[in-house]
């Protein structure tokens, strides 16, 4: 099946450095992908789509000076987290969709957890 | 406006015994509907989806859902639960282009021996 890799899953950093994640789609091509942030216990928040070749959208309340998204091939997004202090801390998913054929769903990587000390 | 809701904030279950999820959905036009599972740490995995057709659905691990569009309702269902389905689930629903889904708050799933 349709396989997302997510990377790191983990980064420990300090307050006021920026960390870059990135995801991959492994065995399709994906114009799209989605960014989500996940707080303890609770759902996940749409941050913002990342488009191929294109800028990406962001929701309402989501800084895209702080969360900068690059999208710049078919299989690679990446987010970074801009000068990072420890209320970014949280737990990153990506997701993205094969864009070949119709009724295909969004598939998961396995989220970074980041931690700002 | 359009959500998600799962009742269940927390379900247990012993091994062996039958399972349903609740989700119930609002939305302006027929969705498309999907169940993930969610392990501590890590991604979501898909589990099944719903897009047209038969209302009943199969997934894996052994997981099952049944659209009823007069309840705006896709409920999930496994008849015997085993200690490693035990894991956080979510409901999800969108549109046809699949952009912009919306999560449910989850159902955290706990099996006891």
């Known amino acids: 099946g349709a396989v997302v890799s997510q990377h790191p899953s983990r980064v420990i950093c300090k307050s006021g450095t920026s960390v870059k994640i990135e995801c991959r789609s492994l065995?399709?091509?994906?114009?799209?992908m989605f960014w989500y942030r996940q707080f303890p216990k609770q759902s996940l928040m749409l941050m913002a789509t990342?488009?191929?070749?294109?800028?990406?959208?962001?929701e309402q309340g989501v800084e895209k000076d702080k969360f900068l998204i690059n999208h710049a091939s078919l299989t690679l997004s990446t987010l970074t987290v801009t000068s990072a202090h420890p209320e970014d801390s949280s737990f990153y998913i990506c997701?993205?969709?094969?864009?070949?054929?119709?009724?295909?769903?969004?598939?998961f990587g396995d989220g970074t957890r980041l931690s700002i000390l | 406006a359009q959500s998600v809701t799962q009742p269940d904030i927390h379900i247990t279950v012993s091994e062996g015994a039958s399972l349903e999820l609740r989700c119930n959905y609002s939305?302006?036009?027929?969705?498309?509907l999907f169940w993930y599972v969610q392990s501590p740490g890590q991604g979501l995995q898909l589990l099944l989806k719903?897009?047209?057709?038969?209302?009943l659905v199969q997934g894996i691990k052994g997981f099952e859902a049944e659209f009823k569009r007069s309840q705006s309702s896709f409920n999930l269902r496994k008849p015997s639960v085993h200690w490693s389905d035990a894991a956080e689930y979510f409901c999800?629903?969108?549109?046809?282009?699949?952009?912009?889904?919306?999560f449910g708050t989850g159902t955290r799933l706990k099996v006891l021996a």
């Open positions: 997701s993205a969709r094969d864009r070949l054929g119709s009724n295909q769903p969004q598939h």
């Open positions: 065995d399709f091509q994906a114009t799209t």
């Open positions: 990342s488009n191929e070749g294109s800028k990406a959208t962001y």
């Open positions: 939305y302006g036009a027929t969705p498309y």
């Open positions: 719903y897009f047209s057709g038969d209302t």
């Open positions: 999800a629903v969108g549109p046809p282009s699949h952009y912009k889904y919306i």
